[in-house]
T-cell receptor, first 113, second 113 residues
Framework: KAGVTQTPRYLIKTRGQQVTLSCSPI?????VSWYQQTPGQGLQFLFE???????NKGNFPGRFSGRQFSNSRSEMNVSTLELGDSALYLC????????????FGPGTRLLVL | AQSVTQLGSHVSVSEGALVLLRCNYS??????LFWYVQYPNQGLQLLLK??????LVKGINGFEAEFKKSETSFHLTKPSAHMSDAAEYFC???????????FGKGTMLLVSP
């Protein structure tokens, strides 16, 4: 089975712009979660989608949003980028969520200038 | 609220020596516990998972971890370190019914010849 894929792998944006990141889960997985990884804050949960509905949300501002499509693929969007949004954004998928093992993609590294 | 504490941001061992990475958690409900490894410029790879079936959990690459409820610990060990084990290791906790993973700050394992 193919693993979790994320596109693009690297991205450079300037402050004020917006960005969309994409995640394709493992085939058959319906839960997709997003995490932000930074040197200062470590790994932080952004949100989880299951069957096209946001099921959980972390403590991030409303500039961070996401969605999930009927084929379980997910996108996350960050509007009005700030320098502090520079991070590795990781997507993880699991069959149903709820404590199951999450399998991570390689991440998208975002640099905001 | 759940939390994870990893003692030691960096651990150095010699090749062939015992690896011990410490993890303590707090959770108000029986937890699921995970160890993930991250190699440079990659996502997270699951090493092992505790789900209450057995207190000693064996994972990939010779790693194992022991769940000790009385100490709220889930330390990761490997009898003999290999150069290829050099990476960052993350302990994480989630609760049944929730997909949210709460991560520790990570421990960088350095292996010297």
């Amino acid at each position: 089975k193919a693993g979790v894929t994320q596109t693009p792998r690297y991205l450079i944006k300037t402050r004020g712009q917006q960005v969309t990141l994409s995640c394709s889960p493992i085939s058959g997985h319906r839960s997709v979660s997003w995490y932000q990884q930074t040197p200062g804050q470590g790994l932080q949960f952004l949100f989880e989608y299951f069957s096209e509905t946001q099921r959980n949300k972390g403590n991030f501002p409303g500039r961070f949003s996401g969605r999930q499509f009927s084929n379980s693929r997910s996108e996350m969007n960050v509007s009005t980028l700030e320098l502090g949004d520079s991070a590795l954004y990781l997507c993880a998928s699991s069959l149903e969520g709820g404590g199951e093992t999450q399998y991570f993609g390689p991440g998208t590294r975002l640099l905001v200038l | 609220a759940q939390s994870v504490t990893q003692l030691g941001s960096h651990v150095s061992v010699s090749e062939g020596a015992l690896v011990l990475l410490r993890c303590n958690y707090s959770s108000s409900v029986p937890p699921y516990l995970f160890w993930y490894v991250q190699y440079p410029n990659q996502g997270l790879q699951l090493l092992l998972k505790y789900t209450s079936a057995a207190t000693l959990v064996k994972g990939i690459n010779g790693f194992e971890a022991e769940f000790k409820k009385s100490e709220t610990s889930f330390h990761l060990t490997k009898p003999s370190a290999h150069m290829s084990d050099a990476a960052e290791y993350f302990c994480a906790v989630s609760s049944s019914g929730y997909s949210t993973l709460t991560f520790g700050k990570g421990t960088m394992l350095l292996v010297s010849p």
